[in-house]
């Protein structure tokens, strides 16, 4: 029994540092880390390829072509008028609905096509950065006023998505660039794709007279400034701690 005593001194003894002795820190790779951490948010980081409110325009949008196609909307511009386009006189008269319901009109395979590659792309990234509702509402409002603008300059039918499509690329890049210091986007070349679809369809706009270029600008104008004023969903999440800061690798990727 002494000798148990005695051996469990010694072992109180050692778990106990000596009074003045400073204790071991058990360091970790964490610890050891010197990278730089970049206080920006990274802007792509668990983004969604299956955007629900994206890919549902997209339907709609396709939908509407096969009724189109099917019920001869497209072959004179009585028929396209009738099918829901946008027409100043008839915008007078008290039809307003059609400011919405153009929006899902296209004028051809390839105005459908040109229209949904980039509605992917920037839907994705409008959807990301606010949410499914606030970018329903931005391409809404971006198409109305986008037919409004055309309506005020040219009296013929026009149709498309274009308008509110150009809406949520002046909302991606107003916010970029006003939270440029808050938020990181790794791979800047999907800019290049964006820039040779507005070419194509300011090219379909002078081309085609069923495509207004002037819906286009309004479109962008009323994007622009719902994205320079409204705050991303990203920024309250991590503000929140739920949203990962971007380390110094990481935003040096091009």
């Known amino acids: ?14 778990a106990v540092p000596p009074q003045g002795a400073r204790p071991v820190l058990d360091l970790t790779a964490d610890m050891l880390d010197d990278t730089p951490v970049d206080p920006r948010v990274e802007f792509e980081r668990g983004m969604s390829y299956l955007a629900p409110a994206t890919l549902a325009i997209m339907g709609l949008c396709a939908g509407a072509f096969g009724w189109q196609l099917a019920s001869g909307a ?27 319901s153009a ?14 590659v980039a509605l992917y792309i920037l839907g994705l990234g409008c959807e990301h950065a606010f949410g499914s509702l606030p970018m329903l509402g931005i391409y809404a409002l971006a198409g109305i ?15 498309g ?14 916010m970029l660039a006003r939270r440029r210091r808050q ?10 794709v964006l820039a040779v679809w507005a070419v194509f369809q300011l090219a379909m706009g002078f081309l085609s007279p069923r495509v207004a270029n002037m819906a286009h600008l309004g479109g962008l ?3 622009a400034a719902l994205g320079w004023w409204l705050e991303p969903r990203l920024l309250r999440e991590a503000a929140g701690g739920t949203q990962p800061r971007t380390s110094a690798s990481t935003s040096s990727e091009t």
């Open 1 to 14: 029994d002494e000798a148990e005593a005695e051996a469990d001194a010694f072992a109180d003894a050692d």
């Open 74 to 100: 497209l072959e004179s511009d009585e028929a396209v008028i009738a099918s829901g386009a946008m027409v100043t006189e008839r915008l007078l008269r008290g039809e307003a609905w059609r400011l919405v």
């Open 103 to 116: 929006m899902f009109l296209h004028g051809g395979l390839e105005h459908l096509l040109g229209n949904m």
């Open 145 to 159: 006023v986008g037919g409004l603008a055309s309506a005020a300059v040219l009296p013929a039918p026009t149709l």
């Open 161 to 174: 998505a274009s308008g509110a499509i150009f809406g949520l690329m002046g909302c991606v890049v107003a």
């Open 183 to 192: 938020l990181h986007v790794r791979d800047g070349r999907i800019g290049i």
């Open 221 to 223: 104008l009323a994007g």
